[in-house]
């Protein structure tokens, strides 16, 4: 509403005005300009409180009303003011007693919510709840438009019990973590599904396509099912790179303590050697020292080479960022807690908030570029020409 008198003009009654005007003279006693403003701001505040509150039930891993043998509880509220297009206004923040609760929705430092808070009401005069319209900003963020060229991106999944119709099940949260053009890490989009399969990616890759995506020079995963056609039928140009800490684990998983360190220090040879014409020997002398001793270990490196063997003609400072993954398990490692938080989660939808809470709070810190960025981009644009912004 304005604030001083302008000169009139015709405004588009919608339906959703009409629900906010009804819900206000309902709700408020409303007798001028001003006591309108009061009544927005009165509902924005609560609104935001309640999605709050969601939040803390996320982070602490149990409603208001369940119990918990959590040590962290609700301890709470602080009053913070904040800005709005309807003026300035005081908003009460849920408080935990270990002070480890951020909330998104209106993040700790910030004082201006103008970005949102027409979002929000416009929601509510749609007759949303304020779980709907938490659930709708997750929806935004996963449909948000991406950038046309990610120079790499990672694809790895962590497994949560899952509650569906009196049944837990296994599922699996994939993240998709890219490094765009200037060298920032970005997660793409988080996606739960327990049907990996080439459709399943296909859909998938097709997603970021509709979101504005258009080339990736490497996709580096771990050998999920079906990924590898689909990434031929989506992006046919973009190269499918094996991950190498998933590569060695798989090799190590049934390798004694006693072994286990020696092993891993040969597998360095194959894939730290300077070229692939060296790897390939390394891989011959490393097959031949530990076949007898376990059989099979060695299989999973010559069935995959062709995904593993891209890695070659990169100098070291480009393999770093290709088969280092500090930012995806970083991410992970926060994605983790939340099974010791809450062991099981009531539905799929449940755990998606809780991964788009946690990956902001992981992500808050992600204000630098990849370390030796100039260099790794200027090698890319010479192996991949034409297909990298200039």
């Known amino acids: ?7 009139v003009h015709r405004v588009e009654m919608t339906e959703g005005k009409r629900n906010i005007i009804r819900q206000l003279l309902e709700e408020y006693d409303i007798e001028t300009a001003e006591d309108i403003q009061d009544a927005l701001k009165d509902l924005l505040g609560g609104t935001i409180k309640e999605m709050m509150e969601a939040e803390m039930d996320e982070h602490l891993g149990y409603e208001k009303s369940e119990r918990s043998d959590n040590d962290d509880y609700r301890n709470g509220y602080k009053r913070k003011q904040v800005n709005s297009r309807y003026g300035s206004m005081a908003i009460e923040v849920p408080q935990d007693r270990k002070s480890t609760f951020e909330p998104q929705v209106v993040k700790k430092r910030q004082k201006d919510i103008s970005d949102i808070d027409q979002k929000i009401i416009s929601m509510y005069a749609k007759g949303m709840t304020t779980r709907q319209i938490s659930e709708t900003m997750i929806e935004d963020w996963q449909n948000r438009p991406l950038d046309e060229v990610y120079p790499i991106l990672y694809i790895d999944a962590i497994h949560y019990s899952v509650r569906d119709n009196g049944v837990i099940r296994k599922l699996a949260a994939y993240v998709i973590l890219g490094i765009n053009s200037e060298g920032r890490k970005e997660v793409l989009t988080i996606t739960i599904g327990d049907n990996e399969s080439a459709k399943y990616w296909l859909s998938v890759l097709n997603e970021l396509k509709n979101r504005g995506v258009k080339d990736i020079l490497i996709i580096c995963a771990d050998g999920l099912t079906g990924i590898k056609e689909a990434i031929s039928a989506a992006f046919p140009k973009t190269e499918y790179q094996r991950c190498m800490v998933h590569q060695v684990r798989n090799t190590l998983k049934y390798v004694p303590d006693k072994d286990r360190k020696a092993f891993a220090a040969d597998l ?17 002398r490393v097959t031949e020292k530990w076949t007898p001793k376990y059989p099979n270990s060695m299989k999973r490196w010559k069935d995959n080479w062709d995904a593993i063997s891209p890695i070659f003609k990169f100098s070291a400072a480009v393999r770093k960022v290709i088969y280092t993954t500090n930012a995806i398990e970083s991410l992970n490692s926060t994605y ?38 100039a260099h790794v981009y200027g090698e890319l644009s010479i192996m991949y020409e034409g297909r990298l912004p200039e």
């Open 1 to 7: 509403m304005a604030r001083q008198k302008k000169p």
């Open 336 to 373: 983790r807690k939340l099974n010791r938080q809450r062991s099981v989660f009531p539905s799929d939808t449940a755990l998606l908030k809780a991964l788009y809470l946690a990956t902001f709070e992981a992500t808050k810190k992600w204000t630098t570029t990849i370390r030796d960025w």
């Open 268 to 284: 360095k040879t194959i894939y730290q050697a300077a070229d692939e014409q060296k790897a390939l020997a390394a891989l011959e």
